[in-house]
């Protein structure tokens, strides 16, 4: 046997040895994929109609919906007069007899009684049931613009890890090329066995970074199941913030000194967030119980209206006359320095207590602004700092080792690294993309201003 025919047939075997046991890894990939196949059907909707579904399947919504409903029934029955009360019995019955006619004094008596709360009570407490209705709308209100962050945020990282499986498919085509130069020169006698094992633990860890963005795909898609069912989001775009934008262009979100017009924007900004809204009616029940401990100085009053029947006779041998009894009740506060004046006292600090909680919320929505427009301010120059040098710096290192793999002094190696970098970064861009549209969204849910 010649020296070459061995050569030939010692490279026949190494191909035959590594190729298998690439086809057996692969093989053992496809499987673990096949395992980690979503049982969520793909849908294809736009973030709007999504979150509308959402909004629409939320029961939370629904549930304070119903409250409110509730309360406006109670608030009318609050309103209410208290039922009258009805009163009958006998009175002067003679103990020796107990007949009904032989003393004068005998009767058969039925009266109705009939109270009235102090002062304008029953208006104040109808107007409760109002303030704490229109609280169980802000408490929706909240609920909605939450939902929506949510989708929102799930949908800006279902677009991050879309792209980043892009990106992870075309790292394992050119580990997969570099795989095979490196198997050939191997067999050629070129190459070592250890440049072969170096690329095959690359091609298992960006299987491995496949295998974790599904996982990720998937359990973002579980966790929308409570909203969208057994549907799969496919995240075709980042979203769009005409609204947002045109506010960041504004400047009322800067930190440098402010004029008053553009303070009192911002104010009013926040001022309609639903997290303040239901403060605000939260002072309003305060003041409220402030108007009940007012009233609670002016008396309680009520009537009684009596009729009495006698079947006796009078002292000249007639049926004694019917009685009619009215008499008038009244509840005198007089000695109001223990009880009165305390719960008007407590109910003014109570007012108190929550506006100092309206203003400490107000204080932090507003740092949580001007810091995410920060966020965003400095994400926007990191992103453009990526799209304008990083990544054509890479694209010209591609371009440079190409050149030089024409001319022969760079390896394929070499040509495979630079591109597997520019990819590498491209990732970075993707995270840096991601992470400045979530903090829009936190930003948009801070400020109400989505789409």
């Known amino acids: 046997m010649?020296?070459?025919?061995?050569?030939?047939?010692?490279?026949?075997?190494?191909?035959?040895?590594?190729?298998?046991?690439?086809?057996?890894?692969?093989?053992?990939?496809?499987?673990?994929?096949?395992?980690?196949?979503?049982?969520?059907?793909?849908?294809?909707?736009?973030?709007?109609?999504?979150?509308?579904?959402?909004?629409?399947?939320?029961?939370?919504?629904?549930?304070?919906?119903?409250?409110?409903?509730?309360?406006?029934?109670?608030?009318v029955a609050a309103g209410q007069l208290m039922d009258p009360t009805l009163k009958v019995g006998i009175g002067g019955l003679p103990v020796d007899s107990f007949s009904l006619d032989d003393d004068m004094m005998t009767n058969l008596s039925v009266g109705m009684m009939q109270k009235f709360s102090r002062g304008d009570t029953l208006d104040?407490?109808?107007?409760?049931?109002?303030?704490?209705?229109?609280?169980?709308?802000y408490q929706s209100?909240?609920?909605?613009?939450?939902?929506?962050?949510?989708?929102?945020?799930?949908?800006?990282?279902?677009?991050?890890?879309?792209?980043?499986?892009?990106?992870?498919?075309?790292?394992?085509?050119?580990?997969?090329?570099?795989?095979?130069?490196?198997?050939?020169?191997?067999?050629?006698?070129?190459?070592?066995?250890?440049?072969?094992?170096?690329?095959?633990?690359?091609?298992?860890?960006?299987?491995q970074q496949l295998l974790t963005n599904s996982q990720q795909q998937t359990a973002l898609n579980v966790q929308l199941s409570e909203w969208l069912g057994a549907q799969t989001l496919r995240a075709d775009a980042l979203p769009q913030w005409p609204a947002l934008d045109a506010l960041l262009e504004s400047q009322i979100l800067t930190t440098a000194a402010q004029s008053s017009t553009e303070h009192e924007a911002l104010s009013q900004l926040l001022t309609r967030h639903p997290s303040v809204l239901q403060i605000d009616q939260a002072i309003a029940l305060k003041q409220n119980d402030v108007q009940l401990a007012e009233e609670a100085y002016a008396p309680?009053?009520?009537?009684?209206?009596?009729?009495?029947?006698?079947?006796?006779?009078?002292?000249?041998?007639?049926?004694?006359?019917?009685?009619?009894?009215?008499?008038?009740?009244?509840?005198?506060?007089?000695?109001?320095?223990?009880?009165?004046?305390?719960?008007?006292?407590?109910?003014?600090?109570?007012?108190g207590a929550v506006t100092a909680q309206r203003d400490t919320?107000?204080?932090?929505?507003?740092?949580?602004?001007?810091?995410?427009?920060?966020?965003?301010?400095?994400?926007?120059?990191?992103?453009?700092?990526?799209?304008?040098?990083?990544?054509?710096s890479a694209s010209e290192r591609i371009r440079a080792v190409n050149r030089s793999y024409q001319n022969g002094v760079a390896t394929y190696a070499e040509v495979v690294a630079a591109r597997d970098e520019r990819l590498m970064l491209t990732i970075e861009q993707h995270r840096i993309e991601a992470d400045l549209h979530k903090a829009k969204n936190q930003l948009a849910f801070l400020l109400n201003q989505y789409f």
């Open 2 to 75: 010649t020296t070459t025919t061995l050569s030939l047939a010692l490279a026949n075997l190494r191909v035959a040895f590594f190729g298998k046991r690439m086809i057996q890894q692969r093989t053992s990939f496809v499987l673990v994929g096949t395992l980690a196949l979503s049982p969520f059907a793909s849908a294809q909707m736009s973030l709007q109609d999504a979150i509308s579904l959402a909004n629409d399947r939320d029961t939370q919504q629904l549930q304070y919906d119903y409250q409110a409903q509730a309360t406006r029934e109670s608030s």
């Open 124 to 137: 104040i407490r109808q107007q409760r049931g109002d303030i704490e209705a229109q609280a169980y709308g």
């Open 141 to 207: 209100d909240l609920r909605a613009l939450s939902v929506t962050k949510t989708l929102t945020d799930s949908w800006i990282e279902l677009y991050y890890l879309q792209q980043v499986e892009a990106v992870l498919n075309q790292r394992s085509a050119l580990l997969s090329r570099l795989y095979r130069n490196a198997n050939q020169n191997y067999a050629l006698g070129y190459g070592e066995a250890q440049a072969i094992v170096a690329v095959e633990v690359n091609q298992a860890k960006v299987h």
């Open 300 to 351: 309680e009053m009520g009537v009684e209206l009596m009729y009495a029947h006698r079947r006796a006779n009078d002292m000249a041998g007639q049926q004694a006359s019917d009685l009619v009894s009215v008499f008038f009740t009244v509840d005198v506060p007089l000695f109001t320095d223990k009880r009165q004046d305390r719960r008007l006292v407590a109910a003014e600090h109570g007012v």
């Open 361 to 392: 919320l107000l204080r932090q929505l507003d740092a949580q602004a001007r810091r995410l427009a920060q966020d965003i301010e400095f994400s926007e120059q990191r992103l453009a700092m990526y799209q304008n040098q990083i990544l054509a």
